[in-house]
């Protein structure tokens, strides 16, 4: 079983629609969660992280956190063209991890006019 | 620019050769990582420095692999006797604290080798 794995791409959706983007991570003691973006050739950077079971929001962004579910996800409300981009889910085990991050596969988004 | 930076940008060689990758995190910064990050994969860990300590390493990271950072400042990443599957985007990243209640990794620009 992979440590961390994220629904299957590529997702397309329509501009202004809520693209919905899912993870699933395997170890129980992770203790925060990361989502971050890449685009086309570019490095990822940090759109959201959570730590706490419930939902979290950040503009048109939404993360949810079930750990008991080991469940993670993020909402992009009022998708633009601009969203189209892979979408890494990562978590911090803590203890003795130092800080790495585990990442996911990546979900392409594509959002189209 | 005060972000990570990594040189060079682009790397192409030959199997066999050594490569050297600089890494040159946010100043203030005294947490570093390198990732390896294949197409259609997401980055994987590969060491983590705390100032100058390199504290973790990745069963990834062979013999060939080698990693320091002098001085807690800048770090550099060999590979010796490359082969052609370590072609990859290497990825350097820091942070001012561990990733603990989500403390953001910082990542640079990354370096993309391809061995022939």
């Known amino acids: 079983q992979k440590e961390v794995e994220q629904n299957s791409g590529p997702l397309s959706v329509p501009e202004g629609a809520i693209a919905s983007l899912n993870c699933t991570y395997s170890?129980?003691?992770?203790?925060?969660f990361f989502w971050y973006r890449q685009y086309s050739g570019k490095s990822p950077e940090l759109i959201m992280f959570?730590?706490?079971?419930g939902d979290k929001e950040d503009g048109r962004f939404t993360a949810q956190l079930n750990k008991a579910s080991q469940y993670v996800s993020l909402l992009i409300r009022d998708s633009q063209p601009s969203d189209s981009a892979t979408y890494l889910c990562?978590?911090?085990?803590?203890?003795?991890?130092?800080?790495?991050?585990?990442f996911g596969q990546g979900t392409i988004l594509t959002v189209h006019p | 620019d005060t972000g990570v930076s990594q040189d060079p940008r682009h790397k192409i060689t030959k199997r066999g050769q050594n490569v050297t990758f600089r890494c040159d995190p946010i100043?203030?910064?005294?947490?570093l990582y390198w990732y390896r990050q294949t197409l259609g994969q997401g980055p994987e860990f590969l060491t983590y420095?705390?100032?100058?300590?390199?504290?973790?390493k990745s069963r990834l990271l062979s013999d060939r692999f080698s990693a320091e950072r002098p001085k807690g400042s800048f770090s550099t990443l060999e590979i010796q006797r490359t082969e052609q599957g370590d072609s990859a985007m290497y990825l350097c990243?820091?942070?001012?604290?561990?990733?603990?209640?989500?403390?953001?990794?910082?990542f640079g620009p990354g370096t993309r080798l391809t061995v022939l």
């Open positions: 990243a820091s942070s001012l604290r561990p990733s603990g209640r989500g403390n953001e990794q910082f």
């Open positions: 100043s203030e910064h005294n947490r």
């Open positions: 420095f705390q100032n100058e300590a390199q504290l973790e």
């Open positions: 990562a978590f911090y085990a803590g203890g003795t991890s130092y800080g790495k991050l585990t």
């Open positions: 170890d129980r003691g992770s203790q925060s």
């Open positions: 959570i730590y706490s079971n």
